[in-house]
């Protein structure tokens, strides 16, 4: 072995150390995902997605050795500088999503997502740090921040109404529209009731205990308990749509499950106002509601 190949071999063995000194090995174990993954090790989707050259995580399979930029330096685990340069932070609470993270600051979900380099159907953790626009910083400093489940109160505009409605000095009003008989519901409605004032969306009336089943394909984004709506879950689906199903007493579901068309989401429970099995379901997409009953289904 002459001198030159032995060199040769000795940059090219440093090289490869330096390498996965810079980074950590991580096999993919079942139910993990590249964002759970790169949430615990405190790195970007994209970072992981870029470094295994993966174009889909949602291919990615249980088993596989997944390389993970390692940081260093406690800075990296600090929270971001705030109200520096062009941009905020916002640190997601729990209970939080996109949608109601994106209203409060005056943008959409496609540009929080885009800006923070996450794929379509990402779900957002408590704890998640999140880049924000500062010429949107404004809109949020005179808005306080919700008090409980900021996620419905953002997406309904139910505010001070939900409040109200939780504590009976203010009954929900209804109104009665004729709707078509063949609409599907998420559950067997005996009725069904236009919701008026702040809040755009139906009240069905059911059976206590019946099945809270699901309209569509998509991703659990909040599912827990809100003042004067008992336990409600909220499903994103593509296309910017957000199902909001309240009222149940008991849940089958929990932030960032995928569930299907037909999945059962709970249980419904009695509405503490009007004393009845009420499921309240509401539509939104991009902000704007949607007539639940033209609500794209299954």
Known sequence: MNVRYRFFCLLLFAMVLVVYAQNADHIMQKGETIYSIARSYGVTVQEVLDLNGITDP????????????????????AAPAAGTGDFIHHQAARGEAFYGIARRYGITVEELKALNNLAEDYVLKAGDWLRIPRN????????????TRPVLDETTGAGGGAEAAGS?????????????????WPVNAKSVQYMTGKLSGVVLLGERS?????????????????????????VQMPGGYLYVYGGCESLSVKEGDRVLPGAELGKLGIDGVSSKPQLFFLVYRSNNPVDPVTAPRA
């Open 168 to 184: 009976g000095t203010a009954p929900r009003s209804t109104e009665t529209r004729t709707v078509d008989a063949a609409v599907k």
């Open 58 to 77: 949602r291919q990615v399979q249980a088993g596989r050795r997944i390389r993970i930029p390692r940081k260093t330096g406690a800075s990296d685990q």
């Open 210 to 234: 019946e099945s809270v089943k699901n309209l569509t394909q998509g991703t659990v984004v909040s599912a827990g308990p809100y003042r004067g709506f008992g336990k409600v879950v909220i």
């Open 136 to 147: 949107g910083a404004a809109v949020a400093v005179s808005q306080p921040a919700p008090a």
